[in-house]
């Protein structure tokens, strides 16, 4: 009887996800940051301990300093949302709205 083969891409994945929770199981354990400390800063400082749970939080915890994209989003969404199409879903206007912006 021949043995299981085991793809590398397999392996691979594997090994990259227990690098990733064992890196979430390190955060979850330590302790919390006092409410005076700047969470970027901290996540800078940190990089070496969580380098990818670091990545994703200074990308997602970075907040645009103007609301000018937001406000385009809105206007683009009047527009999309016109008399004559005011029956959309809002999923189906979510939708319109990403196309829109990702296309």
Do not use: H
């Not at 354990?29 to 990545?55: A, F, T």
């Not at 200074?58 to 004559?84: C, H, M, N, Q």
């Amino acid at each position: 009887m021949k043995k299981p083969t085991v793809n590398v891409r397999e392996k691979n994945l594997e090994t990259l996800r227990n690098e990733i929770l064992q890196e979430m199981v390190v955060y979850l354990n330590c302790g919390l940051i006092g409410p005076q400390q700047d969470p970027l800063i901290w996540w800078r400082q940190e990089k070496n301990k969580y380098p990818r749970l670091s990545l994703m939080a200074r990308r997602y915890l970075g907040i645009p300093s103007t609301s000018s994209e937001s406000e385009r989003l809105f206007f683009t969404a009047g527009d999309i949302v016109s008399d004559k199409r005011t029956s959309l879903s809002l999923d189906s206007v979510s939708y319109l709205l990403f196309l829109n912006k990702n296309l």
